[in-house]
Nanobody, 126 residues
């Protein structure tokens, strides 16, 4: 059974930082494509960032609204992915979830991911 558990969310003020963690169990994430998504109240789930495994190496990609502020990384020894979020804005508020994609497809389409965590709440006040 593959489980993902997020942690690190909280309430911060605009301009502050948070670091989210996503720890996997039941599967090694070393050669997985993994993504971070978020969902704000009343809005659809949207892509935030991903670590993509192309069969030879990994590379990172970001949505335009977090590029330059967020950094995604992974510690394979700890089977954990991270999302460092700096210069947070009120519009970054939402539930952040991590996911694993085991099949080919667009990394930004949430419905193409197979395993999901429960999510962690991030709230940014102005």
């Amino acid at each position: 059974q593959v489980l993902l558990e997020e942690s690190g969310g909280g309430l911060v003020q605009a301009g502050e930082s948070l670091r989210l963690s996503c720890t996997a169990s039941g599967r090694s994430i070393t050669h997985d494509t993994m993504g971070w998504f978020r969902q704000a109240p009343g809005k659809e789930r949207e892509f935030v960032a991903a670590i993509i495994w192309n069969g030879d190496f990994t590379f990172n990609t970001y949505s335009t609204f977090v590029k330059g502020r967020f950094t995604v990384s992974r510690d394979n020894a700890k089977n954990t992915m991270y999302l460092q979020m700096d210069s947070l804005k009120p519009e970054d508020t939402g539930v952040y979830s991590c996911a694993i994609q085991t099949r080919s497809g667009s990394f930004s389409e949430w419905h193409l991911y197979d395993y999901w965590g429960q999510g962690t709440q991030v709230s940014v006040s102005s």
